[in-house]
């Protein structure tokens, strides 16, 4: 029998990837395809939305799938490339949440030599961004081996001329990761239009895996932003950290 507890915690999943794909959607990096899932705490198990336009998808449709790739519950059926995902979980424990979608200023960037510049406190947050040098689809172990020793322990990755893979510790901070990553790649291609984006001195590489388990402030305005829950639930669901304290 499963606990209640633990039906609770992929309930409460279900309803986040549901929430993340509409942000995803009305934030205008994720279209028809695209995919965003949630690791399931203490099982070699996640939960992705099917393969049709995330923004269609409810909790009841999202699915279940192993470490193999294979779809264990839901009606199905799963995206192409959720061995991407797999082999993330299975790899890298730090990973929580995993996003794949076409941004399409950052397949711009990804196909740029210099790659995303740290030219900004966002784009430096990432502490470098791999570039998986091939456009086909991740559905093989072949190509999945290869990817995962391409993003080796960072954050995100752009696969040339193809899109993006981020990463987080949560559902939130994956699609936050996802978002800043889009930003600082159109803000790389608004400079170029006009000058040499540059390294930014004295930049603190690395981000706050705090700031995205818990992002107080972003989150709650992207739900706001896009009517995703009335304003005094998401107003209740704020946990700020207390007056004085910062990350």
């Not at 990096?29 to 965003?36: K, P, Q, R, S, T």
């Not at 009606?75 to 082999?87: F, L, M, Y």
């Not at 900004?120 to 791999?130: C, L, M, N």
Request: hydrophobic share 40%; glycine share 10%.
């Amino acid at each position: 029998m499963v606990a209640a507890t633990e039906i609770d915690v992929v309930t409460d999943l279900k309803r986040r990837i549901v929430e993340g794909l509409a942000i995803l959607t009305g934030e205008g990096i994720m279209d028809g395809a695209g995919h965003l899932s949630a690791r399931i705490p203490g099982t070699d198990t996640f939960l992705i939305n099917p393969r049709f336009p995330g923004i269609l998808a409810d909790p009841d449709d999202i699915c279940t799938v192993d470490l193999n790739a294979k779809r264990i519950g839901g009606r199905g059926p799963i995206p192409s490339e959720s061995i991407i995902h797999a082999i993330l979980y299975r790899d890298r424990p730090d990973v929580q949440s995993v996003v794949h979608c076409h941004a399409r200023y950052s397949i711009l960037v990804s196909l740029l030599d210099s790659g995303l510049i740290p030219f900004s406190r966002t784009a430096a947050s990432f502490d470098g961004v791999p570039v998986f040098p091939e456009s086909h689809g991740i559905n093989t172990p072949a190509l999945a081996e290869r990817f995962i020793r391409s993003i080796g322990d960072k954050a995100v990755a752009l696969l040339q001329g193809h899109g993006i893979v981020a990463t987080g510790p949560t559902v939130e901070g994956a699609c936050i990761n996802g978002l800043n990553l889009e930003k600082a790649s159109q803000d790389q291609i608004t400079m170029m239009s006009f000058t040499t984006p540059k390294p930014l001195a004295g930049r603190a590489l690395g981000q706050s895996n705090e700031r995205l388990e818990n992002p107080y402030r972003m989150w709650p305005y992207l739900l706001n932003k896009h009517g995703i829950r009335p304003r005094a639930a998401i107003k209740a669901s704020i946990h700020s950290l207390p007056e004085g304290e910062h990350y």
